[in-house]
Nanobody, 115 residues
Framework: QVQLVESGGGLVQAGGSLRLSCAAS????????MAWFRQTPGKQRELVAV???????TYADSVKGRFTISRDNAKNTVYLQMNSLKPEDTGVYYC?????????WGQGTQVTVSS
């Protein structure tokens, strides 16, 4: 049984920082891309950042220069460092992991940025 456990969400003032973590456990096999998505009420889930198995990263235009995605392959963990947070960054953040066997989603963690 594969589990993705997210942590690090919370309430922060605009301009502040948060660091999200997502740790995968179980018989996960070989991990390819790891990513973070976010969803706000009334909107589709959107890609925030993705990191390939070789470390190449891609970001949504709205977070470039403010967010940094990284991974620890030994721990099957992906991180999202979020700086200079804005109220529009508010939402539920989900990690997503693509493996050779199957894709997996985390349970989501709430990020709320107050103005």
């Amino acid at each position: 049984q594969v589990q993705l456990v997210e942590s690090g969400g919370g309430l922060v003032q605009a301009g502040g920082s948060l660091r999200l973590s997502c740790a995968a456990s179980g018989n996960i096999g070989s991990v390819n891309a790891m990513a973070w998505f976010r969803q706000t009420p009334g909107k589709q889930r959107e890609l925030v950042a993705v990191i390939g198995s070789g470390g190449i990263t891609t970001y949504a235009d709205s977070v470039k220069g403010r967010f940094t995605i990284s991974r620890d392959n030994a721990k099957n963990t992906v991180y999202l460092q979020m700086n200079s947070l804005k109220p529009e960054d508010t939402g539920v953040y989900y990690c997503h992991i693509n493996t050779i066997l199957s894709p997996y989603w985390g349970q989501g963690t709430q990020v709320t940025v107050s103005s």
